[in-house]
């Protein structure tokens, strides 16, 4: 079955950079998507189709999927954007979710 | 305001079943794919289920056989029958809208807690 494999956890400071990854088999040539969680709260969707927003996500949240890497970018991270991440695609006319990433800024 | 209100959760015996229910409001359920999804306590989401506008259905090698996904789209409902209950089940179960211009799900419910244990 097909798999999508997230780091566990990844640390940035308040106000730089934070990259998420997503690998899976070939996962460029199928659209990413990625969903934000905090803690007791359903996710919500902060990427689809690998690199657009959905309205009301702020600008600094960006990504990017080529060869078998999608990518989740938090440009000037804030304190609220602590998080877990999780990337999704399908394969076939299954769901697949990663394993989720604790994003942690500090 | 686009609303999935789970319910039907609860502590059910291993082998046993339980029926969830979802309850859509502020968009036309007809015309959507829904989902379910799950969520062990500390743990990831895992996809459960699928059933498209048409009433055709999917789902992972984990749970097929065992449940069934459902609509009443004179209801604005949406079903999950769970037959053969496990513990490895235990989880709360999201439903979620599958969104018509990128296959993401765009909205979820607050999501309803099944507990397997003897």
């Known amino acids: 079955s097909y798999e999508l494999t997230q780091p566990p956890s990844v640390s940035v400071s308040p106000g730089q950079t934070a990259s998420i990854t997503c690998s899976g088999d070939?996962?460029?040539?199928?659209?990413a998507c990625w969903y934000q969680q905090k803690p007791g709260q359903s996710p919500v969707l902060v990427i689809r189709q690998d690199n657009k927003r959905p309205s009301g996500i702020p600008e600094r949240f960006s990504g990017s999927n080529s060869g078998n890497t999608a990518t989740l970018t938090i440009s000037g991270t804030q304190a609220m954007d602590e998080a877990d991440y999780y990337c999704?695609?399908?394969?076939?006319?299954?769901?697949?979710f990663g394993g989720g990433t604790k994003l942690t800024v500090l | 305001e686009v609303q999935l209100v789970e319910s039907g959760g609860g502590l059910v015996q291993p082998g046993g079943s339980l029926r969830l229910s979802c309850a859509a409001s502020g968009f036309t359920f007809s015309s959507y794919d829904m989902h379910w999804v799950r969520q062990a306590t500390g743990k990831g989401l895992e996809w459960v289920s699928a059933i498209g506008t048409a009433g055709d259905t999917y789902y992972p090698g984990s749970v097929k056989g065992r449940f069934t996904i459902s609509r009443e789209n004179a209801k604005n409902s949406l079903y999950l029958q769970m037959d053969s209950l496990r513990a490895e089940d235990t989880a709360l179960y999201f439903c979620?809208?599958?969104?018509?211009?990128?296959?993401?799900?765009?909205?979820w419910g607050q999501g309803t807690l099944v507990t397997v244990s003897s």
């Open positions: 070939k996962l460029g040539t199928k659209y």
């Open positions: 979620a809208r599958e969104s018509h211009s990128s296959s993401s799900f765009d909205y």
């Open positions: 999704q695609a399908w394969d076939s006319s299954t769901v697949v």
